[in-house]
C-alpha cells in the first residue's frame, strides 16, 4: 500500500487494483477505472463493474485461455448466492469448466481443511459457515461474479493423503494458470 491510496483504511489494505498494460497489438483493448472511483469493494456497483470487465476480457483473443491446463481433481461448486452449503465437485478431466482459484496464506493450522473421513460428507454438501472468513469471502465474491465453481487447496486436495498430494500439488501452476482468475486475499 502507498500512502495516500484510497484504498488503504488506518494501515489495513481493503481492495488494491492491479491492471497489466494491454497487448501492444490488440487496438481493441480497453478496461477503465469507473468515475468516480467506487471505494466499497463489495458493492453491487463493484461487482457489476467487474463483471463487465470480466465479460470484455473473454472477447479478446489475447485473454481467451487458449492453453490445455491439467485439470483440478476436485472443486468446490459454490451455489447460487441464497445457498448456505458448498460442496466438493470431483471434476471430469475430459470437461472444461469455468473456475476461480483462491491465493492465500492458511495462516496456522486449517481446521476446515479436507482429509478423508471428512471427503465424503464434503461431497454431499456441507455448510459455508464452516468455512474461515477467508474461503467464504472467495466463495461470496466467485458467486456475485457468477463463476460456478472455486478452487481452494485446502478444500479441493485431500491434506491426510500423500498419494493426492503428490497427483494435485506439482500440478499447482497449471491449476492457477487454468484457473478464469485468481481471487488473491492479503490476509488469512
Not at 498494460?21 to 471505494?39: A, G, H, M, R, W
Amino acid at each position: 500500500m502507498f500512502p495516500g491510496n484510497p484504498a488503504s483504511t488506518e494501515g489495513r489494505s481493503a481492495i488494491i487494483p492491479i491492471f497489466a498494460p494491454p497487448p501492444e497489438d490488440s487496438s481493441d483493448f480497453e478496461i477503465s477505472l469507473p468515475s468516480p472511483l467506487n471505494l466499497t469493494p463489495g458493492s453491487y456497483e463493484s461487482f457489476s463493474t467487474i463483471r463487465r470487465w470480466l465479460r470484455q476480457c473473454e472477447g479478446h483473443s489475447c485473454c481467451k485461455n487458449s492453453h490445455n491446463w491439467q485439470r483440478p481433481t476436485r472443486l468446490v461448486d459454490v451455489g447460487n448466492k441464497d445457498s448456505k452449503d458448498v460442496c466438493i465437485f470431483i471434476t471430469d478431466p475430459e470437461r472444461s469448466v469455468k473456475y476461480a482459484a483462491l491465493s492465500y496464506c492458511w495462516g496456522g493450522d486449517q481446521k476446515s481443511k479436507t482429509v478423508w473421513e471428512t471427503l465424503e460428507k464434503r461431497c454431499r454438501g456441507f455448510p459455508l459457515a464452516e468455512l474461515p472468513k477467508t474461503i467464504q469471502d472467495a466463495i461470496f465474491t466467485a458467486r456475485r461474479l457468477e463463476i460456478p465453481y472455486l478452487w481452494v487447496d485446502a478444500l479441493c486436495i485431500v491434506q491426510d493423503d500423500d498419494a493426492d498430494k503428490n497427483r494435485e500439488l506439482p500440478i499447482m501452476d497449471q491449476i492457477y494458470a487454468g484457473a478464469f482468475l485468481t481471487i488473491s486475499a492479503a490476509r488469512a
